[in-house]
């Protein structure tokens, strides 16, 4: 069976989208199929080139990797609002056992991303989800002079603008792969009743 990884982001400026479709690349590198979903959020409109997210997609995907830029220390309001609106999918257990994980961008080195990265896992860890990080054997984490971390996937401008290092785009990768792979997992071990 294909994994269907759903990616929900919002982006402001373009690096969260960069960051989710490095993610997307890692998810189809491990044979699963990626769902880029966005929500819109102040005013602005979702993403024109992605769908905006149902509640009906969570119950579909085998796996969930959220994305957001730093908003303080935490997600964007847009994105924890949509988490307000699934207490039916928390109730029916929808996304409970499947492997998540997260990703966001920010202004400078300092600008909060690791506290975003463990605030947006509170509502996954609620809805029953495995969070995967990205382990220190992976190169990128250890080499980054930039962003990544071994709680997400992220970006650091440094003023620099929404292009990701390579650093960042082979993290993204790889936690896109992790969570294809966990996700594989987990569809077999349910599928033989271990779960």
Known sequence: MT??????????????????????????????????????????????????????????????????????????????????QTSATWLKGQLQGKPAAVFTSGSSMHSGQESTLLAMGVPLLHHGMMLCGIPYTEPAIQQTTTGGSPYGASHVEHGQGIKLSTHEYQAAVALGKRVTHAARALITEREQGNL
């Open 3 to 84: 994994p269907k990884v759903l990616i929900l982001y919002y982006s402001r400026n373009g690096a969260t989208q960069q960051l989710a479709d490095a993610i997307a690349t890692g998810v189809q590198q491990a044979q699963g199929d990626a769902l880029l979903r966005t929500v819109s959020g102040g005013g602005e409109p979702a993403s024109n080139r992605d769908l905006s997210i149902e509640v009906d997609d969570l119950a579909q995907c085998d796996g969930l990797i959220m994305g957001s830029p730093v908003r303080f220390g935490h997600m964007a309001s847009s994105l924890q609002q949509f988490w307000e």
